[in-house]
């Protein structure tokens, strides 16, 4: 059975900065979680004191149910994969994956069932035919591989992988994705997981810990995270589509709760928290947005063609409408919480709050400054109080 890690209200803080604030998460035995979250959320910080190479300021690592503050690294038996990884540039790939059995040589097994070892987790990582090699005669790729094969050779107990990917290149990042997903299934190895790439955790992750400035705000399987989301930072970082958040406010008509979003409004959203009038925010994501003919009834957004996106199989068309978007420092009462900036690929396209991203087959590319129209799903619009949290529906089941 591999082990079960946990962490108890983990905190670290350099001097009065709090860099990691009471993460509480656990990795049962098998499961492969990933830890998601923008750059410099802490995610490296939590791993290495898990590894036991960082003390926390306070708070508690535990393995199998045990307090791991007494113990060290090497006791703790957790293999890790850093960023910046480095093989000894004089070894071979073979000398390198197989540093790890000589250094920690109880003098239990041979040197032929260490060789064994090495050819055995150099097949799995597909790096077989490279062990003669010297690091600087192996692709990026290649020698991360050889990283990952010298981080498992020792049996570890628990793999932490920080960022495995980040130095590969793009179209290598695919495939050793998919080999990554391949070995956890099959070594079915407890799995933490870093990464800042929301495609490497929806297609990865058992359970995603999805993190900001050093404060967990959901854990969930990868549905849980892309399609019900417990704020609004979640909303906008996971979920393949893109999110534009909006200020709204929810008031009831005469014909029930109505979303009020200053020159337009939606009606008849039956997902509406009860009574709730304050000002919301309010995220309208790519995949509840439809372009409808411009005549359409019902609950439509109206605007004008801004740009149109050309992703080849599909468009993205950017309507820009006069809903009044939610900068980061308003969507929350903590001003030093930032939403991302709403993803987009043309760099030098500064988006104006308040625009709608939809999606069009590739054939229908409308004309910039067309009007337009774009149909809600009501049922997958997500509202949000000022603090960023969730409002749900009264009694609503969390999904
Ligand atoms: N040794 C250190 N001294 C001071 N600040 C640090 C140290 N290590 C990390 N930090 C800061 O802590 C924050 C979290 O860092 P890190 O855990 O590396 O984030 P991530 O891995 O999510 O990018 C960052 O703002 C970083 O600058
Ligand atoms: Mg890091």
Redo the contacts with the bound molecule.
Sequence with gaps: MWDVIETRALTKA?GR?V?VDAVSMSVASGEFVVLL?P????????LRMIAGLEEPTSGHVLINGDDADELTARERGIAMVFQDFALYPHLTARENIAMPLRVGHTGSGSLTEDLKRVEQVAGYLGVADLLDRRPHQLSGGQAQRVAVARAIVRHPRAFLLDEPLSQVDAHLRQALRAEIARLAKRLRVTTLY?THDQVEALTLADRIVVMESGVVRQIGTPAQVRTDPDDVFVAGFVGAARTTLVQGAVYFGRSGAVLDLGSQALGGIATLPAQHTDRVTVALRTDALRAVPVDAPGPVLRGRVAFVEDLGSELLVHVSTDLVGVPAAFSTTDATRAIPRQRISREDYEEPFGELVVRVPAGQRPSVGAAFAVEVDLDRVFLFDRAGCRLRPENAPRS
């Design positions: 350099y900065r860099v979250g750059s410099g959320c802490g995610k490296s910080t939590i870093v």
